[in-house]
């Protein structure tokens, strides 16, 4: 059983456009999220976060927006840029088990082109 | 500042082997977990560490095991080495509670 989804296994942006991507969740006890970065041959690097008491939160160029009533989350990513080229992993974690313990979506593979 | 650092970077094994990974958190972290990586599941949790006593534990086998140092640094091993755990392991680290986690490489193992 996938609790979190992330539908779109990639997606093509011009560069300076916005990015969205997508992520859908199934456990209602999910009370913590993140998105995380990862180009080939490296880990994950943690992006931005949000907790389930706010809707919406911003750093940079990357912005979060959390609808809890339809149990899904978007990163919106303005402008984009050639070196935002990679996949991008959406995670959640409830509070039974620590924002140590994440469930992890499958990823979206973000493509920036010229 | 230093990252998460695992060793080895890379392994490979023989079916029935067992081998140990290695990873050292960044400093002042004292929660590590650790995930396993494949094409066909994804990123999955294995287990999670903080002051030297496992906190969390995902769905695998008993074959998969861990702990932690009094320094934070924790291991990894897998008995009884099986084709299918043939995957990258990372792991991750933090201060724990809400705190993101931070990833380090990984270790690729492959079983022969």
């Known amino acids: 059983d996938q609790q979190v989804k992330q539908n779109s296994p990639s997606l093509s942006v011009q560069e300076g456009r916005i990015s969205i991507l997508n992520c859908d969740y199934t456990n209602s006890m999910f009370d913590y999220f993140l998105w995380y970065k990862k180009y080939p041959a490296e880990g994950p690097t943690f992006l931005i976060s949000?907790?389930?008491?706010?809707d919406k939160n911003e750093d940079g160029r990357f912005t979060v927006f959390l609808n809890k009533s339809a149990k899904h989350l978007s990163l919106h990513i303005v402008p984009s840029q050639p070196g935002d080229s990679a996949v991008y992993f959406c995670?959640?974690?409830?509070?039974?088990?620590?924002?140590?313990?994440?469930?992890f979506g499958t990823g979206t593979r973000l493509q920036v082109t010229l | 500042k230093a990252g998460v650092t695992q060793t080895p970077r890379y392994l490979i094994k023989t079916r029935g082997q067992q081998v140990t990974l290695s990873c050292s958190p960044i400093s002042g972290h004292r929660s590590v977990s650790w995930y396993q990586q494949t094409p066909g599941q994804g990123l999955q949790f294995l287990f999670e560490?903080?002051?030297?006593?496992?906190?969390n534990k995902g769905n695998f086998p008993g074959r998969f095991s861990g702990r932690q140092f009094s320094n934070s640094r924790s291991e990894m091993n897998v008995s009884t080495l099986e084709l299918g755990d043939s995957a990258l392991y990372l792991c991750?680290?933090?201060?724990?509670?809400?705190?993101?986690?931070?990833f380090g490489d990984g270790t690729r193992l492959s079983i022969l």
């Open positions: 995670a959640a974690s409830d509070p039974t088990g620590t924002a140590s313990k994440l469930t």
């Open positions: 949000i907790s389930s008491i706010k």
């Open positions: 560490y903080f002051s030297e006593t496992q906190r």
């Open positions: 991750a680290s933090s201060f724990g509670g809400s705190q993101p986690q931070h």
